[in-house]
């Protein structure tokens, strides 16, 4: 582990007790039948006219906590790994998005249990986040990417997410989406129906992580979560 994350590991570990609250839906009960009433309605559309397939759902844990590291085609993205995992996945979002968002935009964001995460001080307050509701056993999913694909190839992956799996003693599961880029770009507007597929690899475990340096996982993770790209139709 080198210096910088040394450091942000320690902050998190010192500032445990005096992390910010979580975003709290006004009502935990409305809030499940809204989110699973949604959630079967995306799972609804997405048959119909998407074509929805799904590989190596079984990967998921539902005993533990995980984190659902996937490549970045589009916004549709959580909409997609969310209506396809086996449990309810929280995501980590840019924090600006709290900031330029509308009222509205916000409360939805919250309501769905988004994670808010700060480019300017390295993320300390999202990690904090973050790992409270791993150990919570709650589902996140993040891009390690850091961004939605220009392309449609699949990006260097970004180390952070493997010091969060650590620190929560979680796995993380290789996840991979097909289709969204083609139907969203990220330079363009929506542009046409089409099949859509997400996958989900064997889980990198916490003894594995731990065994890891972070460029070893950097490459690791990519080659598996491209792997699983590979295996979608």
């Known amino acids: 582990m080198n210096g910088a994350e040394g450091s942000m590991e320690k902050a998190v570990k010192r500032d445990e007790a005096h992390t910010r609250r979580e975003p709290v839906a006004p009502n935990e009960l409305l809030q499940a039948i809204v989110y699973y009433t949604l959630r079967f309605f995306a799972w609804v559309l997405g048959l119909t006219l998407f074509r929805f397939r799904i590989w190596g759902r079984r990967n998921i844990p539902l005993k533990t906590g995980a984190i659902l590291a996937s490549n970045h085609q589009s916004y549709l993205d959580p909409i997609i790994v969310g209506a396809m995992c086996r449990r309810k996945a929280n995501y980590l979002a840019r924090e600006s998005l709290w900031r330029k968002g509308s009222g509205f935009f916000r409360f939805v964001i919250n309501f769905f249990g988004a994670v808010p995460i700060s480019i300017d001080t390295l993320g300390k307050d999202g990690i904090r986040l973050a790992v409270a509701y791993l150990k919570k056993k709650r589902h996140i999913?993040?891009?390690?990417?850091?961004?939605?694909?220009?392309?449609?190839?699949?990006?260097?992956?970004?180390?952070?997410?493997?010091?969060?799996?650590?620190?929560?003693?979680?796995?993380?599961?290789?996840?991979?989406?097909?289709?969204?880029?083609?139907?969203?770009?990220?330079?363009?507007?929506?542009?046409?129906?089409?099949?859509?597929?997400?996958?989900?690899?064997?889980?990198?475990?916490?003894?594995?992580?731990?065994?890891?340096?972070?460029?070893?996982?950097?490459?690791?993770?990519?080659?598996?979560?491209?792997?699983?790209?590979?295996?979608?139709?």
């Open 141 to 233: 999913l993040v891009f390690p990417e850091g961004t939605r694909t220009r392309d449609g190839s699949i990006g260097p992956m970004s180390p952070g997410v493997k010091l969060i799996a650590e620190m929560a003693n979680v796995p993380i599961v290789p996840t991979a989406v097909k289709g969204a880029f083609e139907m969203w770009p990220r330079d363009g507007r929506w542009t046409k129906i089409g099949p859509v597929s997400a996958g989900f690899g064997k889980p990198f475990e916490p003894e594995e992580l731990r065994k890891m340096s972070n460029e070893e996982f950097r490459k690791r993770l990519r080659e598996r979560v491209i792997k699983v790209y590979e295996r979608l139709p």
